[in-house]
């Protein structure tokens, strides 16, 4: 029988910004890890991962509801909880079996204890003779292994992994999961559940028993798959492409919920996609190239365009969002309107582009509106950045405004000066 090792129950988080507003980031959340498990978290960026992660390990507190650890409440960092994050802070001036020792200085552990210890899971993990290595001498992929050594020193139960091999190259990334897959399957770590972040849908296939699909603005959990592959699983496989394939149509079903509520939903504040012009142009393309009349499949497009779904999504949120293109679980189809733009010269491009984002981005919109009242045809960005502020983090509010001024500035709707952080009207008369 298998047991809850993690409860997650009813977690909602708000962070504050300013005085009175509140930034929710996750709402009802609630999700049983159990034990002999590996659940990958699957999620856009932004939608509140990492901190589900930190509110699991006991880093920081839920505003509501709570986590339970073996039955018992969560407050404060839980013993039996480790947590392997994407890039780890090594100490420099330390080696490696010193960086790895660390871990259990701060649980009181005899000095003969840790340092059999630290050598047993710097052995485990692949890292044998670098003990007197420092970091520096190290390769990237090396120094997460001293991360994973640091955090399975402490004999942890629970293995929490925050996107912990998005920060290395595909091969290093390759051999660190199947080496962790090797020890998990050994059972050589005494770990009895895993729980890892990714915005990868393939590792997420490849490593995962059950895959757990984050929503975001607020993240709560929309799907739960569980996958039953054996293993060791290969990417060629046909059964692991369906897999795949299952998962683009869940999270794209998921994301035309949203399209149904849009037309009211999109708003002054709403948290824009991180997509370029170019990237636009280019899907857009590749979707009315004769090879595919107007319809790919989204993992193709993926693929054909090597895009993870950090990439992919808000590109097709945005081809979405000026009615360029419309996705339908898993499928993404072109608009007459996308049609239109594929077919246009580059100055007709420009003007379409510009009509799009006048009539269904409300931010530019605005921004014109802005810029035509004003007597000089001028503003500072600050304006628009503190007024998006109302609605989002400061970081975001920041990537937003990029966002949708380099649209503008395409479209040539606007221009904008680096130095001095004006916006204008490009042609004010
Ligand atoms: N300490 C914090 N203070 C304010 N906002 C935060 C804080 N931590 C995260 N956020 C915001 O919460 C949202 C979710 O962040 P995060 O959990 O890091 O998402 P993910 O890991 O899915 O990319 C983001 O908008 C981020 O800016
Ligand atoms: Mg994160």
Same mark, same amino acid.
């Given at each position: 029988?298998t047991?809850?090792?993690?409860?997650?129950?009813? /977690?909602?988080?708000s962070f504050?910004?300013?005085?009175?507003q509140? +930034?929710?980031?996750?709402?009802?959340?609630?999700?049983?890890?159990?034990?002999?498990?590996?659940?990958?978290?699957?999620?856009?960026?932004?939608?509140?991962?990492?901190?589900?992660?930190?509110?699991?390990?006991?880093?920081?507190?839920?505003?509501?509801?709570?986590?339970?650890?073996?039955?018992?409440?969560?407050?404060?960092?839980?013993?039996?909880?480790?947590?392997?994050?994407?890039? !780890?802070?090594?100490?420099?001036?330390?080696?490696?079996?010193?960086?790895?020792?660390?871990?259990?200085?701060?649980?009181?552990?005899?000095?003969?204890?840790r340092?059999?210890?630290?050598?047993?899971?710097i052995?485990?993990?692949?890292?044998?003779?670098?003990?007197?290595?420092?970091?520096?001498?190290? #390769?990237?992929?090396?120094?997460?292994?001293?991360?994973?050594?640091?955090?399975? /020193?402490?004999?942890?139960?629970?293995?929490?992994?925050?996107?912990?091999?998005?920060?290395?190259?595909?091969?290093?990334?390759?051999?660190?999961?199947s080496?962790?897959q090797?020890?998990?399957?050994?059972?050589?770590?005494?770990? @009895?559940?895993?729980?890892?972040?990714?915005?990868?849908i393939?590792?997420?296939?490849m490593?995962?028993?059950?895959?757990?699909?984050?929503?975001?603005?607020?993240?709560?959990v929309?799907?739960?798959?569980?996958?039953?592959?054996?293993?060791?699983?290969?990417?060629?496989?046909?059964?692991?492409?369906?897999?795949?394939?299952?998962?683009y149509?869940?999270?794209?079903?998921q994301?035309?919920?949203?399209?149904?509520?849009?037309? @009211?939903?999109?708003?002054?504040?709403?948290?824009?996609?991180?997509?370029?012009? #170019?990237?636009?142009?280019g899907?857009l393309?590749?979707?009315?190239?004769?090879?595919?009349?107007?319809?790919?499949?989204?993992?193709?497009?993926?693929d054909?365009?090597?895009l993870?779904i950090?990439?992919?999504?808000? +590109?097709?949120?945005?081809?979405?969002?000026?009615?360029f293109?419309?996705?339908?679980?898993?499928?993404?189809?072109?608009?007459?309107?996308?049609?239109?733009?594929?077919?246009?010269?580059i100055l007709?491009?420009?003007?379409?582009?510009?009509?799009?984002?006048?009539?269904?981005?409300?931010?530019?919109?605005?921004?014109y509106?802005?810029?035509?009242r004003?007597?000089?045809?001028?503003?500072?960005?600050?304006?628009?950045?503190? +007024?998006?502020?109302?609605?989002?983090?400061?970081?975001?509010?920041?990537?937003?405004?990029?966002? /949708?001024? *380099?649209?503008?500035?395409?479209? *040539?709707? !606007?221009?904008y000066?680096?130095?001095?952080?004006?916006?204008?009207?490009?042609?004010?008369?």
């Open positions: 029988m047991q809850p090792i993690i409860e997650i129950i009813n /977690v909602e988080k504050k910004k300013g005085d009175r509140e +930034l929710l980031v996750l709402k009802g959340v609630n999700l049983t890890i159990y034990e002999g498990e590996i659940v990958a978290i699957l999620g856009k960026s932004g939608s509140g991962k990492s901190t589900l992660l930190r509110i699991i390990a006991g880093l920081i507190n839920p505003t509501a509801g709570g986590v339970h650890y073996r039955g018992k409440p969560v407050n404060g960092p839980a013993r039996g909880i480790a947590m392997v994050f994407q890039t !780890f802070a090594l100490l420099p001036w330390l080696t490696v079996l010193q960086n790895v020792e660390l871990g259990l200085e701060a649980l009181g552990v005899d000095r003969v204890e340092r059999e210890r630290a050598i047993k899971a052995d485990m993990i692949g890292l044998d003779g670098f003990e007197s290595a420092l970091p520096k001498e190290l #390769s990237g992929g090396m120094r997460q292994r001293v991360g994973f050594a640091r955090a399975l /020193v402490v004999n942890p139960d629970v293995l929490l992994m925050d996107e912990p091999f998005s920060a290395l190259d595909v091969l290093t990334a390759d051999n660190l999961k080496d962790l090797d020890l998990w399957q050994s059972k050589k770590t005494g770990l @009895n559940a895993i729980v890892f972040v990714t915005h990868s393939d590792e997420a296939i490593m995962a028993d059950r895959v757990i699909v984050f929503n975001s603005n607020p993240g709560l929309s799907s739960d798959m569980r996958v039953t592959l054996p293993f060791p699983r290969s990417d060629i496989d046909p059964r692991f492409r369906n897999q795949v394939d299952r998962i149509t869940l999270m794209t079903t994301s035309q919920r949203h399209e149904e509520a849009r037309a @009211n939903v999109i708003d002054l504040g709403y948290r824009l996609p991180e997509a370029s012009v #170019s990237e636009v142009t899907l393309e590749l979707l009315a190239s004769p090879e595919h009349q107007g319809k790919m499949d989204l993992p193709d497009v993926a054909m365009l090597t993870d950090d990439d992919l999504f808000p +590109l097709t949120e945005l081809l979405e969002i000026l009615y293109a419309k996705v339908s679980k898993g499928d993404i189809t072109i608009t007459d309107e996308g049609k239109a733009f594929v077919d246009a010269d007709e491009r420009k003007k379409i582009f510009s009509i799009h984002l006048k009539k269904y981005v409300p931010l530019a919109r605005y921004i509106d802005q810029l035509i004003h007597p000089r045809h001028r503003a500072l960005e600050e304006h628009f950045l503190s +007024l998006l502020e109302d609605y989002l983090s400061e970081e975001e509010a920041e990537r937003v405004l990029r966002t /949708v001024i *380099e649209w503008g500035r395409y479209a *040539e709707l !606007f221009a000066d680096y130095s001095s952080g004006v916006l204008s009207l490009e042609n004010p008369h």
